[in-house]
């Protein structure tokens, strides 16, 4: 069954960037694996664009999911994955956390959509 195995725990830097401090671990029936972000990963959670009913249904609502989107779009991610199979495992990790079909639907097609141009753009441990 898929889920997180921990907690996110984040902090935001001086850059404004969010930085783990400790690994998310997600276990993914979809990989057949558990995905581990590492300690230091840098993301800006969920890229929802800052227009007000936009970013008022969808803003805030799946950093965890957001997290391991962004790692599994790193070109040295474990494992490497397709782009379709990374937007696959954050639909997969917004289910697992009964995120509502309202939320997860709009989310993974704005993933899928808007995703692309930063797939394989950085290495893990990169400074963003």
């Not at 276990?27 to 800052?50: K, M, N, Y």
Request: glycine content about 8%; charged content about 20%.
């Amino acid at each position: 069954m898929s889920k997180f195995l921990t907690g996110l725990d984040i902090a935001l830097n001086d850059n404004g960037i969010w930085v783990l401090r400790s690994p998310l671990i997600y276990q993914s029936d979809i990989l057949c694996c558990d995905v581990e972000a590492p300690t230091g990963f840098q993301t800006d959670l969920a890229s929802v664009p800052r227009l007000p009913i936009v970013y008022w249904f969808w803003g805030g609502r799946a950093h965890r999911e957001a997290v391991l989107h962004d790692y599994l779009f790193r070109v040295d991610s474990i494992p490497v994955v397709p782009f379709s199979v990374a937007n696959a495992v954050f639909l997969e990790a917004a289910k697992s956390r009964g995120k509502a079909l309202c939320i997860r639907y709009p989310m993974f097609w704005g993933v899928w959509i808007g995703g692309y141009s930063s797939y394989h753009k950085h290495l893990v441990l990169d400074k963003l």
